[in-house]
């Protein structure tokens, strides 16, 4: 019969990060798995965390960084195991990977969320040949070039300061009048003379053949269309979770994030949610990591009650 854990934690983004070390530090005898061997998750991809307190202006890989360091100083390291579906037998939840078939007391679910798309023509095509949902990634092949910026979240607000650094020229489209970016960023934005807005515009199609030419936009007030020339469009309009394999495992809301309260306790018993993943309203770091502390805290009661 193959090892059982006590608990084993899915996704090595800050939630799963600050998982690990609370289940290490609370004597768990744990399994951490992650696809991706960097661990930060989302962070990875932020030029810089300036709302994490004690760490102003950090990059987000640096503070990825700085987070597994310290989970490995604890003696707990992310194996990096692609998830492929997970079971549940009542006392045991089985968990499947591309390489092996683990066996645990308690799943912790921490594996964040991806990009949304804008499923319009040409999106897919030019997918890395202009298309990007990473400015911190692809920004610098924009050095001296115009790029759009779809979105009008924290994110896009984020990018569009980011690529205006690089880039000579930077568009936003975004289907309101306002942002939804918070105040700071907002006024960040404001000062880049070299960003435009384009407001109430809804993308319709990536325009080029072997490289981005041009995003095909439509005004929703006027109907009027037009076309942004430009090299890159930077795709910021939001995330989705990654709960597909969890889909009869737990319960998800209408969105599809597992419902699951501060205490990360979702509705099967034994499995818990941290970060992203879940139903809130507030999706920072900061609240990822609360959550992981929270959900290993809910996972020692369980368990106490199953002895
Ligand atoms: P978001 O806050 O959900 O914003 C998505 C933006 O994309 C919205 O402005 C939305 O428009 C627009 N949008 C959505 N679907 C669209 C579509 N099909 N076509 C065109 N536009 C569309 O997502 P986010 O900016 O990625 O942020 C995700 C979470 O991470 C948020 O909780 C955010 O606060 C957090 N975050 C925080 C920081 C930070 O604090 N430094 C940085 C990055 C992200 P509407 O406004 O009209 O809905």
């Known amino acids: 019969m193959s090892e059982i854990y006590d608990l084993l934690i899915l996704g090595a983004g800050p939630a799963g990060i600050s998982a ?3 289940a290490a530090r609370a004597g768990l005898n744990t399994l951490w798995l992650d696809k991706q061997f960097v661990p930060g998750g989302q962070i990875v991809n932020t030029y810089e965390v300036d709302n994490y307190p004690g760490m102003p202006g950090m990059s987000g890989i ?7 360091t310290h989970a490995e100083k604890m003696g707990i390291s992310p194996v990096g195991e692609n998830v492929l579906s997970v079971e549940d037998t009542g006392t045991e939840k089985l968990v499947y990977t591309n390489k092996h078939e683990y066996r645990c007391r308690t799943l912790l679910l921490a594996c964040g969320a991806t990009h949304r798309k804008l499923n319009i023509p040409g999106e897919e095509e030019l997918s890395g040949m202009g298309v990007s949902y990473c ?24 990018d569009a300061i980011f690529l ?9 489209v975004h289907r309101r009048n306002e942002l939804r970016a918070d105040k700071i960023l907002q006024d960040r934005l404001a000062a880049c003379e070299n960003i435009e807005m384009v407001w109430d515009s809804i993308p319709l199609e990536i325009r080029g053949t072997d490289q981005v030419t041009g995003l095909l936009v439509r005004n929703v007030k006027t109907g009027e269309e037009s076309l942004l020339e430009t090299d890159g469009v930077f795709i910021a309009v939001g995330i989705l979770p990654n709960t597909d394999k969890f889909r009869n495992f737990v319960q998800l809301d209408e969105n599809g994030y597992i419902v699951a309260g501060e205490e990360g306790v979702t509705s099967t018993p034994g499995v818990f949610a941290a970060g992203d993943i879940r139903t809130k309203s507030l999706r ?7 959550d992981g502390a929270n959900a290993v805290n809910s996972v020692q009661k369980y368990l106490l009650k199953q002895n």
């Not at 400015?135 to 979105?151: I, P």
């Open 284 to 290: 920072q770091v900061v609240t990822a990591v609360s």
């Open 164 to 172: 205006a650094r690089v880039c000579r020229k930077v568009y936003v």
């Open 135 to 158: 400015a911190t990634c692809d920004g610098a092949f924009f050095k001296d070039r115009t790029t759009v910026v779809v979105g009008g979240g924290n994110t896009a607000a984020e």
């Open 20 to 22: 690990a070390i609370y």
């Open 62 to 68: 640096d503070l990825g960084e700085a987070m597994g």
